[in-house]
């Protein structure tokens, strides 16, 4: 598998209103701040996506937006396999707004940033393992659990519980949401 074109977000703002930009983030992360103009297909969605994805990369490039630039970058490389380029977004939407660029934000029942509700899940989780723990000696282990999670985490540049809390109701897309913007790039 070859690495995906790759762009840096000051040179993504000098031509942005030449890409067609799909955040893959989940809805929430995505309304808490993305790029103006950026299209949201969940990673989950996009093999749901490939055929609109199709029509609009026939009429100029994807740029594939993330928070870090590790899910564009896994997107731009589920749409290779399709025969579809893409580039991803250096840094993802967390350089971009560290930058200086402009963000749309949708303020009405934003959830918080993924990697924010991991830190609150996991940390949730490690307090209440010691504090159960002081009563009941093995609930410690769910403290070594998360921490352990939280090691494998990093050295694979994966996050499990990520994954669970995308699926949880304020993080997954509504279909009427999706299917619009599955329309607006099929056009």
């Not at 995505?30 to 490939?50: C, S």
């Not at 589920?78 to 949708?106: F, V």
Request: charged content about 15%; proline content about 6%.
């Amino acid at each position: 598998m070859s690495t995906p074109a790759a762009i840096d977000p000051a040179q993504a703002a000098e031509c942005l209103s030449t890409y067609t930009v799909i955040d893959v983030r989940t809805p929430g992360e995505y309304a808490a701040g993305h790029l103006p103009g950026a299209h949201n297909i969940p990673l989950d969605h996009l093999r749901t996506a490939l055929p609109a994805l199709k029509t609009a990369a026939a009429r100029g490039e994807l740029l594939m937006v993330c928070a870090s630039g590790a899910r564009s970058a896994s997107a731009c490389a589920q749409l290779a396999e399709a025969d579809i380029t893409a580039t991803t977004l250096t840094g993802g939407t967390t350089a971009w707004i560290r930058q200086g660029h402009p963000a749309d934000r949708d303020t009405t029942g934003a959830a918080w940033p993924m990697e924010r509700q991991v830190r609150l899940a996991a940390g949730a989780l490690v307090v209440a393992g010691l504090a159960l723990g002081t009563r009941y000696r093995p609930a410690r282990w769910l403290s070594a659990a998360v921490g352990s999670g939280l090691v494998f985490s990093a050295a694979t540049d994966t996050c499990g519980m990520a994954a669970l809390l995308a699926k949880l109701p304020h993080n997954r897309p509504r279909t009427t949401d999706l299917d619009a913007t599955l329309d607006a790039l099929g056009r």
